[in-house]
């Protein structure tokens, strides 16, 4: 296993893929490939477009990514009092927390976002893993983590460049409402945009989820029509991240199911 070692180009030979090169040149071979990357990266940037028949690639360029969250993290001196919660009783704060008062609320969350424009209330997904995991930060200290929605990747009027600061006090500013005392407890936060989770993690119009989980992308559709099961038209290259099925989130499945397609291949 090899970290900072990223790949440039998938090497492909008579329709087989044959291993891979790294940015600094390095080949390395190998007679099995398999990319966890987004489809639209394994295909379109890693793979010579000879390679590939036109109307498959055309799928793929053609698969919806559209991503709409962003990703905030707290470093925090110390835990903050949430109002609705009774004093001394962290043990509430272990699961998820979610600040979303009620379906209006949601819905127009979202409008902003159909509109080009982040939510000025935003629907928030909060962790606090320091309560499950104290190693997470030095005692005593705890980190607080957000999923943000609705942030959409395209910006109508402005660039995340541009916006990156307000978005992040709308959400202090959103939390305080919740937790009066959260902003004297901050040390530190980093924010991740939708332009920043494609930039840093490679994730197409930055989709968590490598891919839109609507009806026309999932199951048998999903990454395209007729390669829905891990295997792809190159030979030994095969696809185990979260654009198979059964989609994004801390599941496993898609590397697992991935592993079963590849033992069987392997069996003939």
């Given amino acids: 296993m090899r970290t900072g070692a990223a790949v440039s180009q998938i090497l492909v030979e008579n329709g087989r893929s044959a291993g891979v090169v790294l940015e600094n040149g390095e080949e390395i071979r190998a007679k099995t490939v398999v990319?966890?990357?987004?489809?639209?990266?394994?295909?379109?940037?890693?793979?010579?477009?000879?390679?590939?028949?036109?109307?498959?690639?055309?799928?793929?360029?053609?698969?919806?990514?559209?991503?709409?969250?962003?990703?905030?993290?707290?470093?925090?001196?110390?835990?903050?009092?949430?109002?609705?919660?009774?004093?001394?009783?962290?043990?509430?704060?272990?699961?998820?927390?979610?600040?979303?008062?009620?379906?209006e609320y949601l819905e127009k969350a979202y409008d902003a976002a159909k509109y080009g424009q982040f939510s000025e209330r935003p629907y928030l997904n909060i962790r606090i893993p320091t309560l499950t995991d104290p190693t997470l930060a030095p005692q005593g200290k705890h980190i607080m983590s957000i999923h943000i929605q609705y942030t959409p990747f395209h910006l109508r009027q402005s660039t995340w460049q541009q916006q990156k600061e307000t978005l992040a006090q709308t959400v202090l500013d959103t939390l305080t409402e919740y937790i009066p005392d959260l902003k004297k407890h901050i040390l530190h936060y980093h924010l991740l945009t939708p332009t920043d989770l494609a930039q840093t993690y490679g994730l197409a119009e930055g989709?968590?989820?490598?891919?839109?989980?609507?009806?026309?992308?999932?199951?048998?559709?999903?990454?395209?029509?007729?390669?829905?099961?891990?295997?792809?038209?190159?030979?030994?290259?095969?696809?185990?991240?979260?654009?198979?099925?059964?989609?994004?989130g801390i599941t496993g499945e898609p590397g697992r199911l991935a592993a079963q397609a590849i033992l069987q291949d392997l069996k003939q």
């Avoid at 029509?225 to 991240?241: S, V």
Wanted: glycine share 10%.
């Fill in 207 to 248: 989709s968590l989820y490598h891919g839109e989980l609507m009806l026309d992308q999932l199951l048998f559709m999903r990454p395209v029509p007729g390669y829905a099961q891990y295997r792809t038209p190159i030979d030994n290259l095969y696809l185990c991240g979260a654009g198979t099925h059964p989609g994004g």
């Fill in 35 to 103: 990319s966890g990357a987004n489809p639209y990266h394994t295909f379109v940037d890693l793979i010579d477009p000879c390679e590939l028949d036109p109307s498959f690639l055309r799928a793929v360029r053609q698969i919806k990514f559209r991503g709409a969250v962003s990703k905030m993290h707290l470093a925090l001196d110390g835990l903050p009092q949430f109002t609705a919660m009774p004093d001394g009783e962290w043990h509430r704060l272990n699961g998820r927390i979610q600040i979303s008062p009620s379906l």
